[in-house]
């Protein structure tokens, strides 16, 4: 797991889970809410993946999408600081 953010703000910020060739993006606008990437998984199934050694956290199937389209993600998101537009995204409040 890994965060992007810009200069010393929290928001806004991508966080970026990667589990060998899977990813889960969650963005966090400037203002308020949450986004969370929009993949093809199992609809209610979970996936495990690690935010720290040893640390599992489970990620909505929903969310998972291939790592190397989280990977241009992240360098849109690092160039403009805005929602990647590369990716389906769900409001998640």
Do not use: Q
Not at 42 to 52: I, Q, T
Not at 64 to 74: D, E, F, G
């Amino acid at each position: 797991m890994f965060t992007i953010g810009l200069e010393e703000a929290l928001r806004p910020c991508l966080t970026i889970y990667v589990k060998g060739d899977s990813a889960a993006l969650y963005f966090l606008p400037p203002e308020s809410g949450m986004y969370a990437s929009s993949g093809k998984g199992l609809p209610g199934g979970l996936e495990v993946f690690h935010d720290s050694p040893g640390r599992e956290i489970e990620i909505s199937s929903d969310a998972v999408i291939p790592w190397v389209v989280a990977r241009s993600s992240a360098l849109e998101f690092s160039e403009s600081g805005v929602r990647p537009a590369n990716v389906d995204w769900d409001w998640l409040g």
